[in-house]
């Protein structure tokens, strides 16, 4: 199974960037899609981007769209999010998920690995 460890949540104010790191234990990281999720104290984790197997296709909540971008390298086996203009309810703890074959790709219930999250605060 993959080993994800995520990084480069902190603490910011409204308008700056942040841009997150989740790191794969292993190869086959490569061989599938790749998704950020986030949760919020006392709400569902929601689903924010994901990224095809080689970077061509990305999708984004609506909440995000124009703000968040999500990018992969599979060489070095890392999938970031590059988060612009962030907000106070963006705040959350940030998760990175490999998605399941074939299930859909904003579906929490869709990705079977986890890590175990990086946070990230922002003030106004």
């Known amino acids: 199974q993959v080993h994800l460890v995520e990084s480069g949540g902190g603490l910011v104010q409204a308008g700056d960037s942040l841009r997150l790191a989740c790191a794969a234990s292993?190869?086959?990281?490569?061989?599938?899609?790749m998704g950020w999720f986030r949760q919020a104290p006392g709400k569902e984790r929601e689903f924010v981007a994901a990224?095809?197997?080689?970077?061509?296709?990305?999708y984004y909540a609506d909440s995000v769209k124009g703000r968040f971008t999500i990018s992969r390298d599979n060489a070095k086996n890392t999938v970031y999010l590059l988060m612009n203009s962030l907000k106070r309810e963006d705040t959350a703890i940030y998760y990175c998920?490999?998605?399941?074959?074939?299930?859909?790709?904003?579906?929490?219930?869709?990705?079977?690995?986890w890590g175990q999250g990086t946070q990230v605060t922002v003030s106004s």
């Open positions: 998920g490999v998605r399941k074959p074939g299930a859909p790709f904003s579906s929490a219930g869709a990705y079977d690995c």
């Open positions: 292993e190869g086959t990281f490569s061989n599938r899609w």
């Open positions: 990224i095809s197997l080689s970077g061509t296709y990305t």
